[in-house]
């Protein structure tokens, strides 16, 4: 499944639409906090046991400066405190509608 559309439905919002006509909308707020990225989800380390990482946010922590197309299997979000180094894959979009809010 691949996305046809990604874009920022409302100041809260990006909608993703997908190659079967569905869309799903995605909180700023759930995609900042479910950042996919060692830095913000911890390191996996032995007996996959996840450290997580506590960091105070910074202003611009729900802000999306640009959304890039990386390679045809993610998207990398800029943040507007300087974050960006989270690959969004397809896969990960779609499941995260799943998760908290």
């Known amino acids: 499944m691949k996305p046809t559309a990604i874009k920022q439905t409302d100041a809260e919002t990006i909608t993703v639409t ?11 707020t759930l995609l900042r906090d479910e950042c996919p990225c060692a830095e913000c989800k911890g390191e996996t380390i032995l007996m996959q046991q996840i450290l997580p990482v506590l960091k105070p946010k910074l202003p611009g922590h729900y802000s999306i400066q640009s959304i890039t197309p990386v390679g045809s299997y993610a998207i990398q979000i800029s943040w507007g405190d300087g974050h960006a180094t989270g690959l969004y894959s397809w896969d990960y979009l779609r499941a995260l509608p799943g998760r908290r809010t």
Do not use: G, Q, S
């Open 18 to 28: 997908w190659d079967d006509r569905t869309e799903t909308p995605l909180p700023i």
